[in-house]
């Protein structure tokens, strides 16, 4: 298990942020690509015929259920590039949420504002960003206000344009780039004013909590979750 | 002839009026609107004097030819100080141009109201505006100044930030609450209104929520009866108008009471009452522009 460096602690514990670049790469890069598209390609005629019905959004599209449609999601969830980070930063007390296999169609718009996930309140919160295809300048990439994770920073305020968010870092990155970041940070997905749709994988951690233990919640592969930690991790037993 | 009076600020900001269909004033007939029904200009006069209401938008209903405007036209022409006018374009019309421009000479008509844009249903097709069925209205709607009335379907919610992209001189006004309805989730309730079926919020906000960037996008806080799943006063729609308020704010939002279809359940009187249910935080001054500010200085009112 990789553990972060302390310059890389103290960025995290800083800046509420870490880019690993290269995070996947290759033949895995490959097949997770494969996985991807299989599945959307699958998925894309329901996600249409919702989006008339008005009871999805046409702005994304997530793949329903992936951990259950191919293993080679589920293996991001414990992936070596950046588990050892997510259990160093959550003391080995770690609970694996939820994914989101998302693409984004372009649009002069993006479908979310600023904002943070949750408050304070929560216990530490992180997520996961995968980028599936190479995003550069103005093609949708994700973007943080390094330090606003720490309590009391801000206000922030509520701007209109998402370039116009003092402090904002938006991260481009080749296929394969991970973000791990503090969700009670402030971030959004910027404009993608290409033609080519933006594709990621969201992957959503918490530090363990008996509140967001559901044994039942990934029950349907709990045949892949063969060892102790991994059990723990997708909150199969405590 | 009624005069505006001190009150005049007051603007129901889209409305609906019709007679019975006759040589005069022709118009389509459905189940929805027999040929025998009329809600005339003279009762909606009526609820606005008694409710200290000075002026309107009427929206075109019944037909979208040049001959069905004829009572639109008619009420125009007889109120023009109390009244402006928003009128329908055919779908299969070869010159939206030519139509548009006959309908707004002169008459009190500023504007059109679209509820189909004509373009890629998909949002991962590849998106080229000229090729949408209504980019020459839009195209008209820039070089004259008309404004468009905005009541697209889910399917097309994700195509309008490419319009105004495009065209950020159009002064585009999103009907009744933003809401854009799914497919097949109209219908006419037991009072004869129209009833949507959605999820409020609505699953279409990520579509329309960010158009706050575009300074030529307002709204309506209006059809409330339509998407409630309550009686008046909607108290469920409550966080839906704050959500709309804060991204907004007054100055881009109209108050609109869709009449007549809330003549009698709950009656034009609780309807200019509505905001002060809803958002009943407003300033004085953010309430003077939702019920009537906004509407005069983005709709251009005599």
Known sequence: MTRPTEAQRRQWKEEGYLVLQDAIVG?????????????????RPGWLERVEAGVQSAMFFDIPNPLEKDEVFVDLVDHPSWYGFLMDFSGDDLIFLAPQVRTVPPSPVSYVGWHPDVPHT????????VYLNDVGPGEGGFAYVPGSHRKGAGPFPAVRRIDSMPGQKVFTGR????????????????????????????????????ERYSSQRFAAIAPLCATRARRKLFGLEV | MPR??????????????????????????????????????????????AHRVGRAVLVQIGGTSLEHHAYLLHCLKTYPRRFLGIGLIPPDIPSAADHMDRLTDGTGVI????????????????IDIREFRTYPIWKRAAEKDYVLWLYPRSGEAHLVPFLLEAFPQVRVVFNHLFICPGKGKFSIDAKGRPRVDTPVPPMTRYATMRLNQYENVTGHLSGQYAFSREPWPYRDLAGWHSQLLRAFGANRLMWATDFPWIAEDPGYGPLTRLMDELLPDLTEHERADIMGGTAQRFLRFP
């Open chain 1, 27 to 43: 033949d895995e890069l490959r097949r997770l690509q494969a996985a991807f598209d299989r599945c959307a390609a699958e998925a």
């Open chain 1, 122 to 129: 929560t216990p530490l919160h992180m997520k996961v960003q």
């Open chain 1, 175 to 210: 296929a394969g780039t991970a973000i791990l970041f503090n969700s009670y940070g402030m971030h959004t997905a910027v404009d993608n004013r290409t033609p080519v749709p933006r594709k990621s994988i969201i992957l959503i951690y918490e530090k363990w909590s008996r």
């Open chain 2, 4 to 49: 505006p009076d001190a009150h005049s600020l007051r603007i129901d900001a889209h409305v609906h009026v019709f007679a019975r269909a006759s040589a005069e004033f022709p118009r389509e007939t459905s189940d929805w609107l027999p040929p025998d029904r009329e809600e005339p200009v003279s009762k909606l006069l009526k609820e606005m004097e």
């Open chain 2, 111 to 126: 504007g059109f109201r679209l509820s189909s844009l004509g373009g890629p249903r998909d949002p991962l097709d590849r």
